[in-house]
């Protein structure tokens, strides 16, 4: 799969994002999409091939593998890291539409187009709100599928059409709990990362409306 436009998207809203925000970006760019890509992927790659039982039952190994795994555990990150990043177009898009507003008026409507105020900070904060949700839905998803963030190395199976409860095993156990963990845990820390933003935004603009107020009534 190629992350070129994941890659693309997530440089273009570095440039209107605020402190936080390009903090988030490199997160996600370099302990995410990177480890991912270059390890993650990897590991994962033959998850099938190398699941096995130690019996030859035909179909066995089949649903075995499909009872502890439902949802390749690959395949629902790459989900997961295009759902949180996806948000940040509606603040492209955003500016976009400043910018041609501007143009089809022929004149200055703002005095920066990528300025976050006004109805791009709305736009701005639903976006934290939609990547802060689909972080928690998809730890939440994860947990639920799996029974919790753990790897084990051997599972008993007694699934049908498996004739009696069979021993199964997992290659790479602890290596991929490795990595695991460190997958929730660069999601747990866009979560928190998010919410800062969220809060840092709301205070800044609470604290300009207070001092806009203030200064009016002193004239």
């Known amino acids: 799969m190629s992350w070129g436009i994941l890659r693309d998207l997530l440089s273009g809203v570095n440039k209107y994002s605020t402190g936080v925000g390009k903090i988030w970006v490199a997160v996600v760019f370099m302990l995410r999409l990177l480890v991912y890509v270059a390890a993650a992927e990897n590991i994962w790659k033959y998850e099938r091939d190398e699941f096995e039982c130690n019996i030859k039952q035909p179909g066995c190994e089949n649903v075995c593998f499909d009872h502890f795994f439902p949802v390749s555990h690959i395949r629902l990150w790459a989900l997961q890291l295009i759902m949180v990043s996806t948000p940040s177009l509606l603040v492209i898009f955003h500016v976009a539409y400043r910018e041609n507003r501007e143009k089809h008026h022929n004149q200055k409507l703002y005095r920066n187009p990528g300025e976050i105020d006004g109805g791009l900070l709305c736009t701005y904060l639903i976006s934290l709100i939609l990547k802060t949700g689909f972080e928690i839905v998809f730890l939440v998803l994860f947990y639920k599928l ?74």
Do not use: W
């Not at 059409?161 to 199964?168: A, E, L, M, Q």
């Not at 969220?198 to 001092?211: Q, R």
């Open 146 to 219: 799996y029974n919790g963030f753990k790897i084990p190395h051997l599972m008993k199976c007694d699934i049908r059409p498996c004739p009696s409860t069979v021993d199964c095993y997992i290659s790479k156990a602890t290596e991929k709990m490795i990595f695991l963990y460190f997958l929730v845990g660069t999601s747990c820390l866009c979560i928190i990362l998010n919410l800062t933003e969220f809060s840092y935004l709301i205070f800044k603009y609470s604290l300009k409306c207070f001092l806009k107020r203030y200064t009016k009534e002193q004239q």
